[in-house]
Nanobody, 123 residues
Framework: VQLQAYGGGLVQAGASLRPSCTDSRRTFSNNGVGWFRQAPGKEREFVAAISWRGGTTIYRDSVKGRFTISRDNAKNTVYLQMNSLEPEDTAVYYC?????????????????WGQGTQVTVSS
């Protein structure tokens, strides 16, 4: 599994972005996938996760109602639709494939990590 996150950017508060995560080796259709983020000086934190069939999604409380995770296994891609962005959402966003098919917020359950994409939200 080789993951790549892309689609971040610099936006104003209230705007939207939709980062994507692809697996160049086209193998993560059997894995749960999560998005995490890390702001400068802070620990990496869970954002959202989706099970391999897409039937289960989970979110951290601060993004519920604003972010939506989805996947297209035919395209081997997972998306994170981010609406109503806030300056507090500024971070490098990473995607990761879990060891299992489940959606989980436990960082220890993730095995494969991709390069991150920077999201910057100005006030």
């Amino acid at each position: 599994v080789q993951l790549q996150a892309y689609g971040g950017g610099l936006v104003q508060a209230g705007a939207s972005l939709r980062p994507s995560c692809t697996d160049s080796r086209r193998t993560f259709s059997n894995n749960g996938v999560g998005w995490f983020r890390q702001a400068p000086g802070k620990e990496r934190e869970f954002v959202a996760a989706i099970s391999w069939r897409g039937g289960t999604t989970i979110y951290r409380d601060s993004v519920k109602g604003r972010f939506t995770i989805s996947r297209d296994n035919a395209k081997n891609t997972v998306y994170l639709q981010m609406n109503s962005l806030e300056p507090e959402d500024t971070a490098v966003y990473y995607c990761s494939a879990a060891r299992s098919a489940a959606a989980t917020r436990d960082v220890g359950s993730y095995r494969y990590w991709g390069q991150g994409t920077q999201v910057t939200v100005s006030s």
